[in-house]
């Protein structure tokens, strides 16, 4: 594999140095080097979309080069493409990335569309009924925050309702929280285990995306995944199950159970997951949802 610095050859146009930085990622042996060689041209040019597209036949302008050569080399050598230019798209906004957070990923939206249809079915005014008559607004917690995907877009898809999110890293908690801001959305942020930062909090949703990968697999993974993802995110245990098993035994710290709970989970987990809801006995409702391949990847409780 050649993870020779990476130099761009004389003059030529926009078009010829995708073409030609793509052809080098592909023989350092990167997944999807055209989209990378995209992504990395459109940063260092500032140039999206239709622009992009029409700047092709362009020369390259000589004053990029240096930082073009630098992010080539980058990943080549590895590096995501969504950490050398910083950001990420999710359920259409753009999301600030860094090697604290894990890179949010397209199934992840399915998990968000879920959680908001089955949030308005239960709730659809987005109140919750308190004794006494009085409503309060809905409240929904994400835990392993990490960029604040999850927790971002349900406060910004969702306004009536109140969002908080939990994480273990005070690293992507200070990324989740830039994106809030980025986004206009309020997300109560806390720094903790799972559920413990949320202890005696009313909880009407908790949803989560968390480590899953069991610990013996990640030597095994994709480069990109296991050199530069943040560890901690990735690392679900021996069998990828200990975060859920977890969440369901710090269940007694909130006053009561949620009546909307949804989890992302690895390949062949579902089973499993689902088994742990039924378990705990809270749900009526145990819904599986498959990703955009067909793999079930996110397991659901209701009760209605």
């Known amino acids: 594999m050649n993870h020779d610095s990476y130099v761009m050859p004389d003059v ?14 592909d023989k350092s042996g990167c997944n999807e080097p055209q989209r990378s060689s995209q992504l990395l041209l459109e ?22 080069r240096s930082a073009w050569e630098a992010g080539v080399t980058r990943r080549a050598a590895g590096e995501p493409v969504q950490y050398i230019i910083g950001k990420q798209e999710f359920y259409g906004r753009v999301f600030e990335v860094t090697p604290d957070v894990l ?3 397209p199934e992840t939206e399915l998990l968000v569309e879920a959680i908001l249809k ?13 004794p006494g008559g009085a409503a309060r607004p809905l409240t929904a917690v994400d835990i392993g925050a990490g960029s604040g995907a999850i927790s971002v877009t349900l406060a910004a898809e969702a306004p009536a309702w109140r969002v908080c999110a939990g994480d273990i890293s005070p690293g992507a908690l200070a990324v989740a929280g830039r994106n809030a801001q980025r986004h206009g959305t309020a997300v109560d942020l806390r720094l903790g285990d799972l559920l413990e930062p949320f202890a ?3 909880t009407d949703i908790l949803v989560s995306n968390p480590p899953y990968i069991p610990g013996g697999d990640i030597a095994g993974l994709q480069r990109e995944v296991r050199d530069h993802e943040p ?9 990828g199950l200990d975060p859920y098993r977890r969440m369901m035994e710090q269940l ?9 709970v949804g989890f992302e989970l690895g390949q062949g ?29 996110h397991v659901l409780g209701i009760a209605r």
């Open 103 to 105: 890179i949010p990923r």
């Open 118 to 130: 089955y949030g308005a079915e239960l709730w659809p005014d987005g109140l919750v009924a308190a």
């Open 43 to 64: 940063h260092v040019l500032g140039l999206s979309g239709a622009a992009y597209y029409m700047a092709l036949a362009d020369p390259f302008p000589p004053e990029a």
């Open 231 to 239: 560890r901690t995110a990735l690392d679900g245990g021996d069998d």
């Open 200 to 202: 005696g909090m009313e």
């Open 269 to 297: 987990q579902a089973g499993q997951v689902a088994e742990l809801l039924r378990a705990a006995g809270h749900w009526s409702e145990i819904v599986t949802i498959d990703d955009l391949a067909g793999i079930p990847r």
């Open 252 to 260: 007694p710290l909130l006053p009561a159970p949620p009546r909307l």
């Open 12 to 25: 030529q146009s926009i078009r010829e140095a995708f073409a030609e930085a793509s052809s080098f990622l």
